[in-house]
């Protein structure tokens, strides 16, 4: 079975520096994805970056990027300019490719971030 | 907003009782899931459901059961509650032929007491 490991529970960060959220990941697959997701006070999980293991490039959207090392089974979130509305929870989740399969997101335990003024 | 709503948003039961979670997505999401999130931890996948049938379970009991209705709407059901089911209900749907992103909804915080 899947793991997701995330071993920082919290981080801070200062307003608009750069803060790196760690995410490790076992498995036997080749084909598969990789989510970071962020869940505000208000509960709602959203989607901030996603990655697909096939492809080499990291993603990145605006100050979101990701560290994708997939033979160290490693998927960290780097988030430039932090802006107080960054501060989360954090999620790293894990979804396989196998085509026909569910569809299930195997998450981490999250790691809570606070930017501080 | 993610186009999917959840209801009630909260409540309380206590320990034996039935409860029915309701969820509603967006037109044309024909895939469902549910997640339970405990305290401090990270969602937990129940189940999912394509077109009205389950097509994956998580290591959740029987007493854990669902339906999702052609208009997009779907219900976690769970029966007999015990107090380690008192969490945080997650509704997640997404467009079949979309790759990756489910849109979740807010959640329902249940209690059992």
């Known amino acids: 079975a899947q793991t997701v490991t995330q071993s920082q529970p919290e981080m801070s960060v200062q307003e608009a520096e750069t803060v790196t959220l760690s995410c490790t990941y076992d498995?036997?697959?080749?084909?598969?994805?990789l989510f970071w997701y962020k869940q505000p006070p208000s509960r709602q999980m959203i989607l901030v970056i996603r990655?697909?293991?096939?492809?080499?490039q990291n993603a990145t959207e605006n100050r979101f990027s990701v560290n994708f090392q997939k033979a160290a089974k490693s998927f960290s979130l780097k988030i430039s300019d932090s802006q107080l509305g960054d501060a989360a929870m954090y999620f790293c989740?894990?979804?396989?490719?196998?085509?026909?399969?569910?569809?299930?997101?195997?998450f981490g335990k999250g790691t809570k971030l606070t930017v501080n003024p | 907003e993610t186009g999917v709503t959840q209801s009630p948003t909260h409540l309380i039961k206590t320990r034996g009782q039935q409860v029915t979670l309701r969820c509603s997505s967006q037109?044309?999401?024909?895939?469902v899931s549910w997640y339970q999130q405990a305290l401090g931890q990270g969602p937990q996948f129940i189940f999912q459901?394509?077109?009205?049938?389950?097509?994956g379970r998580g290591n959740f009991p029987p007493r854990f059961s669902g339906l999702q209705f052609p208009n997009y709407s779907s219900e976690l059901n769970v029966n007999a509650l015990e107090l380690d089911d008192s969490a945080l209900y997650l509704c997640?749907?997404?467009?079949?032929?979309?790759?990756?992103?489910?849109?979740f909804g807010e959640g329902s915080r249940l209690t059992v007491l």
């Open positions: 037109s044309g999401h024909n895939t």
């Open positions: 498995t036997s697959e080749s084909d598969y994805y």
């Open positions: 990655q697909e293991a096939y492809k080499q």
């Open positions: 459901y394509y077109r009205e049938e389950e097509n």
């Open positions: 997640a749907s997404r467009r079949t032929a979309q790759t990756g992103e489910l849109f």
């Open positions: 989740a894990y979804r396989s490719g196998t085509q026909g399969g569910s569809e299930k997101l195997v």
